[in-house]
């Protein structure tokens, strides 16, 4: 069964940095594109960053200059750096991908919240 295990999420003050990690099983994760996604209290999920097999990435414009996402396709990991947290950064965070013949697939989250 494909798994993406999200961890490294926690409490975090204003301004501070947190590093998410996804591991993705069963899949062949050096061809597969990859996102991370949030879901903050009371909001809908919305888009964060991706990245692609050739390491390409993009970024939504709230997190653009404060997040990093990149890949180690040797451990089947998809990061997420996160810097200069705002409380509303507070969320949980997935991890998704494509996977043909299956759709959508997402971890089960990891949740941050941001405050003093």
């Known amino acids: 069964q494909v798994q993406l295990v999200e961890s490294g999420g926690g409490l975090v003050q204003p301004g501070g940095s947190l590093r998410l990690s996804c591991t993705a099983s069963?899949?062949?994760?050096?061809?597969?594109?990859m996102n991370w996604y949030r879901q903050g209290p009371g909001k809908q999920r919305e888009w964060v960053a991706g990245?692609?097999?050739?390491?390409?990435?993009v970024y939504a414009d709230s997190v653009k200059g404060r997040f990093t996402i990149s890949r180690d396709n040797a451990k089947n990991t998809l990061y997420l750096q996160m810097s200069s947290l705002r409380s509303d950064d507070t969320a949980v965070y997935y991890c998704?991908?494509?996977?043909?013949?299956?759709?959508?697939?997402w971890g089960q989250g990891t949740q941050v919240t941001v405050s003093s």
């Open positions: 998704h991908t494509i996977l043909p013949g299956r759709g959508d697939t």
């Open positions: 069963r899949i062949i994760f050096s061809i597969s594109s």
């Open positions: 990245i692609n097999s050739g390491g390409a990435t």
